[in-house]
């Protein structure tokens, strides 16, 4: 009867908060609203992967937020530095990930550190796109992208 259990409490606790009104009628229209709109939708949702090992999301959550933080001082130094130093360019990352939730968490981590930029991932889904501000070794940042983000999110999601 509910295919979406949160959503339809949501979509209640929001409707009669914008009508600013707890009548019978508003919450009748709210539980109508709440009930039906989940079931008209719930055909168009794409199923997406379980977590399989939180506590390997919890810990990856944590390395990201300490990367995040040891990449703003590093940008902070580059920056302050010559520009004529930094070699920004771009970098095509090879990726191995059956979902699309994975790949966008992948994107997203990238991007979240400083220093460098998801630009683009291919039609195919088997490369991502980076642009680094500073990039001496490819390699050594494709290996880093692979085994730091991709790895754990493999594992996490069992894709």
Not at 94 to 103: A, T
Request: net charge neutral.
């Amino acid at each position: 009867m509910l295919p979406m259990p949160f959503h339809s409490l949501l979509l209640f606790i929001v409707w009669l908060l914008l009508n600013n009104s707890f009548s019978a009628g508003q919450i009748v229209l709210a539980t109508f609203f709440a009930l039906t709109i989940p079931w008209l939708v719930t055909g168009m949702r794409d199923e997406q992967p379980k977590i399989r090992k939180p506590w390997l999301a919890v810990r990856y959550f944590f390395m990201v937020l300490k990367d995040i933080l040891v990449a703003n001082i590093q940008v902070a130094l580059l920056i302050i530095g010559p520009v004529k130093k930094l070699k920004p360019g771009f970098v095509a990352v090879p990726i191995h990930l059956d979902s699309d939730l994975g790949i966008t968490i992948l994107a997203s981590t990238v991007s979240l550190t400083p220093g460098t930029v998801s630009a683009e991932v291919s039609k195919d889904k088997a490369w991502l796109y980076i642009h680094a501000l500073h990039l001496e070794n490819e390699e050594e940042l494709i290996n880093d992208i692979k085994q730091r983000y991709e790895k754990p999110i493999k594992e996490i999601f069992g894709c």
